[in-house]
């Protein structure tokens, strides 16, 4: 076992861990912190995006004492309170979701290409997103989200559009 010392979502915390214990696994076992999924176990699907010291990173490709001194933000620390992030506040707006399993990674992803790009197109958008796998939506929805999270306009939703997502 090994001891580790982390903030995270803005608050210290210390854990005995295996070495070869995730971040993942350090983070929904041991804290609780579920809003992390672990979606393939391959990292393809972008499910456990969190923020280490500022950088999106994959949790299930992380070992957790790798984060050792670090800051991490889940998709828990994103809000304020009861107040949802902007982004969180505009993928409920544009239903950029459906059965929510991808949301948090694709929530953590566009928070780290809105901190590099404030003003995406949407064609970078969805090159941005590739790096996350969501099997309902189509990504229509998710794409306007973050453009609304930009504060730039966001296109209606045509038939072409739903046809082409």
Do not use: W
């Amino acid at each position: 076992m090994e001891s580790l010392s982390l903030t995270v979502n803005g608050k210290p915390v210390s854990a005995e861990v295996e070495g070869r214990t995730l971040l993942v696994q350090l983070l929904r076992e041991t804290l609780g912190m579920t809003g992390t999924h672990v979606g393939c176990d391959t990292s393809q699907c972008g499910a456990c995006l969190v923020h280490v010291n500022g950088d999106v990173v994959k949790a299930c490709t992380m070992f957790a004492f790798e984060a050792d001194g670090a800051e991490v933000t889940t998709i828990e620390g994103m809000a304020d309170g009861d107040d949802l992030h902007p982004i969180q506040e505009a993928f409920r707006t544009h239903h950029g979701l459906q059965c929510g399993f991808c949301t948090p990674g694709m929530i953590m992803s566009a928070a780290a290409l809105l901190k590099e790009n404030p003003k995406p197109t949407e064609a970078e958008i969805r090159h941005h997103l590739e790096g996350n796998i969501c099997r309902c939506t189509g990504y229509h929805n998710i794409v306007r989200a973050i453009l609304a999270a930009s504060g730039q306009p966001v296109p209606e939703r045509t038939a072409t559009a739903t046809a082409d997502a």
